[in-house]
Every structure is written in structure tokens, then in C-alpha cells.
């Protein structure tokens, strides 16, 4: 039996047994003795992202086995604030082998590990099985399944003993159950608690397949928003990707997730790290599974771009259309259209940095952008969408039978921050813009994540491909890193 352990007196007078959960994934998806399993998770946080936000309410961390996705997990775990004393910390993680109306949470005894017990807070579990039609106990739903028990030793080797476990799997196929589910929750979401959401992204695509389909997912759930989750997912799914089985297995805990942070301006999402399983010498690039770290964290003024640009989705779909429109305008007629200041939101008058890149099948075709303009935003997406179709010295114009082709992708910039080490540099968050003499060059934060290239690599190829500096040209150039909001046609469908 998985499930076994005579558990002592809960408190003096009464002397309850329980049933302690024994792990199921130690010795399949990590190590299964203690020295071992603290020796590669030293190994994977040394490896990790480090902390780039305060105020951590909530994670995405993978659930593969360690050796394909502990280091990004690491990287999620690393956003999390060790030296606090967290009153709940809740997991949700998806059923993977027995479907439920709802979802059950494990109450009848603490889980453990090969570094120990983690201790479940037994009042409040069973409180919410007993409050809601929504929750259950069910001990098969927790005896063979990975996806909650492989987050334990992370948060373990971080907090200590120091855990107070609200284990939840979720059965249901439904998204009206999750925000049921979301509904109850929300109230525990603030800086007293943490959620960790468990969940994989696409499973089974080829390696470029992989960091399509992730991408788009991923920038969907950084909207917050769960309408454009459900969208992106439908949309992944409508295109047919060779043996993509599905987009994210952990659907139902990432859409719950987005049901309580939704609409609520205070919270920023951030990416953290990706890689796929093709990035490990374990893995097949022709069969891969994502992994991708996300933080959800109460925003602070120094995390805003450059005039306070966070824009919604609103804001996003009317730049996309912005940037079709005038290539299109501009490739058939040689005209930019006139677009009045009073046709667009107040977020998009603000003079912000851009890019507008195009891809045709999946493939660059333009890419030109602008640091620090006096020109509002919607307008540097026109003139840069106007230089991307036309003006890239890589490529030949666009032409007309290419426009129903090509995809449009903008990233709008934080101001540049001169660094003086590289080691203020965070591979997929910043890109780099380096300068010497009279020549310049920059890569934007996507391409780190996109090649999967080592910091030294990002910066080789930069130097060497954007600033004909040669390869190791940046060691004597003005380095500044910058941050971006990327967004795409992909994700709304606007053609």
C-alpha cells in the first residue's frame, strides 16, 4: 500500500491515528535517498534563476522528472522568499490518472519524502472538504500520482520543516468546476500564503514545434487574463502540430489560478525560465515536452516599464492591428494610414520603446525596433512596422502575395539600464544592447529563450552577428540590458 504509517496522538487528549501518504515518484522522477536527492537539488539551485520579484504569491513549476525539468522548477523556487513563514502553502496539480467531478485534498495524514514528512494542515484541508460539494477526500486520486508530490522536495530543501501543506489534485475536465474551485480559494491569496501550481507544457511536439506552441501558451497566461488561456489553447490545438498531445497537461490548475488573479491590477506576471526536454542530454529534440516557470507577484513601482506601460489585452489587440494595417497599407500602396490619437488608449500615446518583428511560416523576415523615442508608442509601431516590411538589410521587401504569410510580433521596451558585470544579466528576461565606438547591436529578450544559447553565447552572437564586433567584442563594449512585453498575432488571431 502507498498509503500506510500509524501516526501518533494528534494533541494530548485525543489520540487520533492517520495515515501518512508515502511517496510514489522518489526513485522514478527524483532520487530516492536523502544525500542524493539534497545533492542534486544543491546542483539545481545553483543552476537556478535567481529572485527577480518581492512579493511571490504564487508559481508554475514543472513536474517532469528532475533530471528534464529541475532546473526550471529550481528557478520557480527560487522566486519564493525562504526566510518566510508562509501560513498555507497550497499545490494544485492535475490529475494525471483518475478523473473526478472535482477535485480531492489529502487530509488523513502528512506526505512525505525521502527528506522527511511535510506536514499537511489537517484543520483547514478538511474544513474545505466538509464546506464545499466541490472537494473531496479520495485516496487513489493521491496514491500514483507525481505531479503534486515531485513540488515537495524543493519547497523541503528551501523552508525546512517549515510547511504547512494544503495538497490539492484536481479531476475535472471543467472550467466552470475550476473557477468554482477559484472562488473558494481566492481569499487565501495574499502575501500570508503561497500557491505553487503544478503543470508541464506541450507534450510531444518536436523541439521548434515546442517553443511555438510554449510561447504562445505561456504569453497567454502572462495576459492573466482566462479567457485568452482557453482561446490560445483552442488555438494550439486547431493547428494541428505533429504529435502535440496537448499544449499543457496542468490546464485545470493554471486556468484555477487565473480565476483568482484575473482583473486584480496589483499582480504582475513574470517569466521566470524555459527549456524543453530537447535542452537535456537526456532528451529527443524530435519528441519533446516544455517546461515553464511563471511567478505571480504583488507589483511594486520599480517593476513598471517605461511610462507606466502594462497594457491589457485591449491595448495589445489595437497594436497588432495597428502594425497589420500599415504593412499591409504600406506594402500594397506605398501609404501609411493616419491613425488619430483620439482612435487609441491613453497607454498607447506614451513615447515607449518598440520592435516589430515578422516571421513568414514560422521563420524571421524582418525584425527593426527604436530605444527611447519622443514619438508616442503607436506611432513607433507604425514606423517600425513600416522598417521591418521594408527596410531590414537582411532581407528583401515584403511583397504582396507575402502579406496573408507573414505574422506580426511587437515587443515594447523598458528604458536601457547601463550594467557594469554580466552577472545582471537574466537569460529570457532582459535583452542586451552593446555599444562601442560607433556601432552598436541588441538582442531582444526572446532570442535567449528561442536558442536556448548560454550567456556567454547571447552575448558572443550579439557582439559578433548584430555589433560586427567579433565574438568577443562585448568584454570591452557599453553593455545595458532592457525588458520586454511580447505579444503576437498568434495569440488573438487578428488576421
Same mark, same amino acid.
Given at each position: 500500500?502507498?498509503?500506510?504509517?500509524?501516526?501518533g496522538s494528534?494533541?494530548?487528549?485525543?489520540? $487520533?491515528t492517520?495515515?501518512?501518504?508515502?511517496?510514489?515518484?522518489a526513485?522514478?522522477?527524483?532520487?530516492?535517498?536523502?544525500?542524493?536527492?539534497?545533492?542534486?537539488?544543491?546542483?539545481?539551485?545553483?543552476?537556478?534563476v535567481?529572485?527577480? =520579484?518581492?512579493?511571490?504569491?504564487?508559481?508554475?513549476s514543472?513536474?517532469?522528472?528532475?533530471?528534464?525539468?529541475?532546473?526550471?522548477?529550481?528557478s520557480?523556487?527560487?522566486?519564493?522568499?525562504r526566510?518566510?513563514?508562509?501560513?498555507?502553502?497550497?499545490? /494544485?496539480?492535475?490529475?494525471?490518472?483518475?478523473?473526478?467531478?472535482?477535485a480531492?485534498?489529502?487530509y488523513q495524514g502528512?506526505?512525505?519524502t525521502?527528506?522527511?514528512?511535510?506536514?499537511?494542515?489537517?484543520?483547514?484541508?478538511?474544513?474545505?472538504?466538509d464546506? =464545499?460539494?466541490v472537494?473531496?477526500?479520495?485516496?487513489?486520486? $493521491?496514491a500514483?500520482?507525481? #505531479? /503534486?508530490?515531485?513540488?515537495?522536495?524543493?519547497?523541503?530543501?528551501?523552508?525546512?520543516?517549515?510547511?504547512?501543506?494544503?495538497?490539492?489534485?484536481?479531476?475535472?475536465?471543467?472550467?466552470?468546476?475550476?473557477? $468554482?474551485i477559484?472562488?473558494?480559494?481566492?481569499p487565501y491569496? =495574499?502575501?500570508d500564503?503561497?500557491?505553487v501550481?503544478s503543470t508541464?507544457?506541450?507534450?510531444?511536439?518536436?523541439?521548434?514545434?515546442?517553443?511555438?506552441?510554449?510561447?504562445?501558451?505561456?504569453?497567454?497566461?502572462?495576459?492573466?487574463?482566462?479567457?485568452?488561456?482557453l482561446?490560445?489553447?483552442?488555438?494550439?490545438?486547431?493547428?494541428?502540430i505533429?504529435n502535440?498531445?496537448?499544449?499543457?497537461c496542468?490546464w485545470?490548475?493554471?486556468?484555477?489560478?487565473?480565476?483568482?488573479t484575473e482583473?486584480?491590477?496589483?499582480?504582475?506576471?513574470?517569466?521566470?525560465?524555459?527549456?524543453?526536454?530537447?535542452?537535456t542530454?537526456?532528451?529527443?529534440?524530435?519528441?519533446?515536452?516544455?517546461?515553464?516557470?511563471? #511567478?505571480?507577484?504583488?507589483?511594486?513601482?520599480s517593476q513598471?516599464?517605461?511610462? $507606466?506601460?502594462?497594457? =491589457?489585452?485591449?491595448?495589445?489587440?489595437?497594436?497588432l492591428?495597428?502594425?497589420?494595417?500599415?504593412?499591409?497599407?504600406y506594402?500594397?500602396?506605398h501609404?501609411?494610414?493616419?491613425?488619430?490619437?483620439?482612435?487609441?488608449?491613453?497607454?498607447?500615446?506614451?513615447?515607449?520603446?518598440?520592435?516589430?518583428?515578422?516571421?513568414?511560416n514560422?521563420?524571421l523576415?524582418?525584425?527593426?525596433?527604436?530605444?527611447?523615442?519622443?514619438?508616442?508608442?503607436?506611432e513607433?509601431?507604425?514606423?517600425?512596422?513600416?522598417?521591418?516590411a521594408?527596410?531590414?538589410?537582411?532581407?528583401?521587401?515584403?511583397s504582396?502575395?507575402?502579406?496573408?504569410?507573414?505574422?506580426?510580433e511587437?515587443?515594447?521596451?523598458?528604458?536601457?539600464?547601463?550594467?557594469?558585470?554580466?552577472?545582471?544579466?537574466?537569460l529570457?528576461?532582459?535583452?542586451?544592447?552593446m555599444k562601442?565606438?560607433?556601432?552598436?547591436?541588441?538582442?531582444?529578450?526572446?532570442?535567449?529563450?528561442?536558442?536556448g544559447?548560454?550567456?556567454?553565447?547571447? /552575448?558572443?552572437?550579439?557582439?559578433?552577428?548584430?555589433?560586427?564586433l567579433?565574438?568577443?567584442g562585448?568584454?570591452?563594449?557599453?553593455?545595458?540590458?532592457?525588458?520586454?512585453?511580447?505579444?503576437?498575432?498568434n495569440?488573438?488571431? /487578428?488576421?
Open positions: 500500500m502507498i498509503f500506510q504509517a500509524h501516526c494528534q494533541n494530548k487528549e485525543n489520540k $487520533d492517520c495515515i501518512d501518504r508515502e511517496p510514489y515518484a526513485g522514478k522522477f527524483y532520487a530516492g535517498r536523502p544525500e542524493e536527492l539534497k545533492t542534486d537539488l544543491k546542483t539545481l539551485f545553483n543552476k537556478a535567481s529572485k527577480r =520579484n518581492d512579493h511571490v504569491l504564487a508559481v508554475i514543472p513536474h517532469a522528472g528532475y533530471v528534464y525539468s529541475g532546473e526550471v522548477a529550481a520557480a523556487f527560487n522566486q519564493i522568499d526566510d518566510r513563514t508562509y501560513k498555507h502553502i497550497f499545490i /494544485l496539480a492535475s490529475s494525471h490518472v483518475k478523473y473526478m467531478g472535482g480531492s485534498i489529502y502528512d506526505y512525505k525521502p527528506l522527511g514528512k511535510v506536514k499537511i494542515d489537517r484543520e483547514l484541508a478538511k474544513k474545505l472538504v464546506e =464545499n460539494d472537494f473531496t477526500f479520495d485516496q487513489e486520486a $493521491d500514483y500520482e507525481h #505531479s /503534486l508530490e515531485v513540488q515537495l522536495p524543493f519547497l523541503q530543501y528551501l523552508l525546512g520543516e517549515n510547511i504547512s501543506l494544503v495538497p490539492i489534485i484536481i479531476g475535472s475536465q471543467s472550467a466552470q468546476v475550476c473557477k $468554482d477559484a472562488s473558494i480559494l481566492k491569496l =495574499n502575501e500564503n503561497l500557491f501550481i508541464d507544457f506541450s507534450h510531444y511536439p518536436s523541439y521548434k514545434d515546442a517553443l511555438s506552441v510554449d510561447i504562445a501558451t505561456a504569453n497567454s497566461i502572462l495576459l492573466n487574463d482566462p479567457k485568452e488561456f482561446a490560445t489553447l483552442k488555438k494550439n490545438d486547431a493547428k494541428q505533429p502535440l498531445a496537448t499544449s499543457i496542468g485545470t490548475s493554471v486556468l484555477t489560478l487565473l480565476y483568482m482583473g486584480n491590477e496589483k499582480i504582475i506576471t513574470t517569466p521566470i525560465l524555459y527549456k524543453n526536454s530537447g535542452d542530454p537526456y532528451g529527443d529534440k524530435n519528441r519533446v515536452v516544455g517546461y515553464y516557470a511563471i #511567478s505571480f507577484s504583488l507589483k511594486e513601482v513598471e516599464p517605461a511610462g $507606466d506601460f502594462m497594457a =491589457n489585452a485591449e491595448d495589445r489587440k489595437q497594436l492591428k495597428i502594425a497589420r494595417q500599415t504593412v499591409e497599407r506594402v500594397k500602396e501609404r501609411t494610414p493616419v491613425i488619430r490619437p483620439e482612435e487609441v488608449g491613453n497607454d498607447l500615446k506614451v513615447p515607449t520603446g518598440a520592435f516589430v518583428t515578422l516571421h513568414k514560422g521563420s523576415r524582418g525584425c527593426i525596433g527604436r530605444f527611447n523615442p519622443e514619438e508616442p508608442l503607436y513607433v509601431v507604425q514606423a517600425m512596422s513600416v522598417a521591418a521594408t527596410q531590414d538589410s537582411r532581407f528583401k521587401p515584403v504582396e502575395d507575402e502579406l496573408d504569410k507573414i505574422d506580426i511587437i515587443s515594447v521596451l523598458t528604458p536601457l539600464k547601463k550594467i557594469s558585470s554580466i552577472d545582471e544579466i537574466i529570457g528576461k532582459h535583452g542586451i544592447y562601442k565606438g560607433f556601432t552598436s547591436g541588441t538582442f531582444l529578450p526572446q532570442v535567449a529563450t528561442e536558442t544559447w548560454t550567456k556567454e553565447e547571447f /552575448l558572443g552572437h550579439c557582439s559578433r552577428d548584430k555589433a560586427g567579433g565574438w568577443d562585448w568584454k570591452d563594449a557599453e553593455l545595458y540590458t532592457y525588458e520586454a512585453i511580447i505579444f503576437s498575432e495569440e488573438f488571431d /487578428l488576421k
